[in-house]
Nanobody
Framework: VQLQASGGGLVQAGGSLRLSCVVS????????MGWFRQAPGKEREFVAV????????YYTDSVKGRFTISRDNAKNTVYLQMNSLKPEDTADYYC?????????????????WGQGTLVTVSS
């Protein structure tokens, strides 16, 4: 399974970005998809997850109300819409996939990972 993330960049505080992650090599609609991030000098942390048929989502508290995870199963793509960005959102963002429909937020529970896409939020 290959995951290809894109959409990162430099944005001012208060701005928006949309990350995308295209998945190949497995039936996308069978996968729960997550986004994680890793800031410089910090551990990778959970951001959001969406179940295979987009019925349920779950977010870490720090992004609730600002970020939205969504998916298009016809395009094998998961998105992370990020609004009202803050400097503390600066990080490498990673998409991840796991089989099954559980909402999980632990790195260890994800089988497949994409490369990071860097988001930098300037103050």
């Amino acid at each position: 399974v290959q995951l290809q993330a894109s959409g990162g960049g430099l944005v001012q505080a208060g701005g928006s970005l949309r990350l995308s992650c295209v998945v190949s090599g497995r039936t996308f609609s069978s996968l729960s998809m997550g986004w994680f991030r890793q800031a410089p000098g910090k551990e990778r942390e959970f951001v959001a997850v969406i179940t295979p048929r987009a019925g349920t989502t779950y977010y870490t508290d720090s992004v609730k109300g600002r970020f939205t995870i969504s998916r298009d199963n016809a395009k094998n793509t998961v998105y992370l819409q990020m609004n009202s960005l803050k400097p503390e959102d600066t990080a490498d963002y990673y998409c991840a996939a796991r089989g099954g429909g559980h909402l999980v937020n632990r790195l260890i529970d994800y089988e497949y990972w994409g490369q990071g896409t860097l988001v930098t939020v300037s103050s």
